[in-house]
């Protein structure tokens, strides 16, 4: 049998797609029509061998072997784009500080600073997990080269829209029914937040008593490891989003037990410079990166719109 060379290029329309929700919008994205994009997934399926998509209502989803291909997708397309920063960038050097706020300390930080040592192994990366409001005064103070951080109304400039992500109720994960109040005055909903100020606490609040639900401080922490040890623990509900969530919390359905909705924030990279120099540019590149990867692990849609023209087998 003759070996398949997959198309780079073919894949990265297929990821974006994926990615995106849509054909149509990884079409913008990239810069292509709609019949581009379609020949490109009939190619992609042909070297397959096995269809990757297949009809979802009005919409398009993936097949087993369609998931298989995303997953291996998106490491060829890793690896390629690694190697181009390694070659188009080996001669950078010099010191970058990156901030990163609690929720991605764990989850993206080590593979956004192992990839950005890997391409450029002369530039000094200083690293800072910290939460929200001491990312964005250090950014305001110049002490920061590019920040991850939630923008919730920072009014900071050279912010860079990534992702906007959904509030959750956060409960442990072992536990068939969380901790809530009964919203009627006999129950209170045990809380477990930040200190404040902290905007997911403000959200929280805000929404229960909106919603006539009583709640109470139950366990407060400065870090989020703290949180999440109490919510695990059945000492109360959170409130973050499902990105980058431990093992002994879940994130619970919306309307579930009774709860109320919560609104949406945005994921922004914030960068000192308008124009970043070369060394903070790589890096912003990779979180960039990382975040799209880490998002779509998350949330990667189970149907696809139906903005591609009929030639798109399903």
Known sequence: MRPVTFDLDILRSFVAGVDLG?????ADRLGRSTSAISAQMKKLEEQAGVPLLRKAGRGLALTDAGQT???YGR????LNDQAAR???GAELSGRVRLGMQEDFGEMLLPRVLGQFARAHPHVRIEARVARNGELLERMALGQLDLALAWDFDARLPHAERLLDLPMRWIGPSQLADPPRGDGGGGGE?????????CLFRTCATDALDRAGVNWRAAFTSPSLAGLWAAVSAGLGLAVRTPLGLPAGVRALAAGEQGLPPLPSIT???YRAQAQPDPVAAALADIVRQCVRDSSAAWATPSALSTTLPATVPA
Do not use: D, I, K, T
């Open 22 to 26: 849509s054909f149509g919008r990884a």
């Open 69 to 71: 291909m995303l997953a």
């Open 75 to 78: 490491r060829l397309l890793e």
């Open 86 to 88: 390694a070659v188009q």
């Open 189 to 197: 909903l045990p809380l477990v937040a930040f200190e404040a100020p």
């Open 267 to 269: 994921l922004s990279l």
